[in-house]
């Protein structure tokens, strides 16, 4: 049976392919005796004439992956590029060092634990990269005697 023509008139009429034109294989018949466009669209409201999903890549793979980074895994060595510090910048490395130690030293400035002369002297050493945390900065300030042992 050549259903050709009206695989056609369907396929303007679903707004695809012809190739994705599904016809039932068991109202062939019906189908050849469909002659005018009424008739097929007849066929395809009943349902013996209907449009085939399109295919294509499934997104679900790439979408488990894109969760999985999202939680922060998927980061080991072998998924990295470009150098230690392409990742990190050291800018942002010396501002998460330098600005708790900072805050600490106004903390105790404000709170007059040390004056400003000893403020400022630490403030300097602060910013030449003496210190590399906030507790080896408190540290330092026990050693000397300006902060009292816990």
């Known amino acids: ?3 050709k023509n009206q695989r056609r008139m369907a396929a303007q ?6 190739s994705r034109v599904w016809i039932d294989p068991n109202r062939t018949e019906d ?3 469909a002659i005018t466009r009424s008739d097929v669209r007849t066929l395809i409201s009943s349902g013996t004439v209907a449009a085939r999903q399109k295919r294509g890549v499934s997104r679900g793979r790439a979408n488990y992956l894109q969760t999985q980074k999202r939680k922060g895994r998927r980061t080991g060595h072998g998924s990295r590029k470009g150098g230690k510090h392409a ?3 050291s800018k ?3 501002q998460q060092t330098i600005r708790p130690i900072r805050h600490r030293l ?4 404000d709170d007059g634990v040390i004056d400003t002369r000893t403020y400022r002297k630490y403030y300097l050493r602060a910013k030449g990269g003496v ?4 507790p080896h900065l408190d540290s ?3 050693t000397e005697g300006i902060l009292k042992e816990r």
């Open 106 to 109: 106004r903390q105790l400035r």
């Open 31 to 33: 189908v050849a005796d």
């Open 13 to 18: 009429m679903l707004k695809c392919g012809e």
């Open 140 to 142: 330092h300030l026990r």
């Open 131 to 134: 210190f590399k945390s906030r």
């Open 1 to 3: 049976m050549d259903l």
């Open 87 to 89: 990742r990190k910048p």
């Open 92 to 94: 942002e490395r010396w």
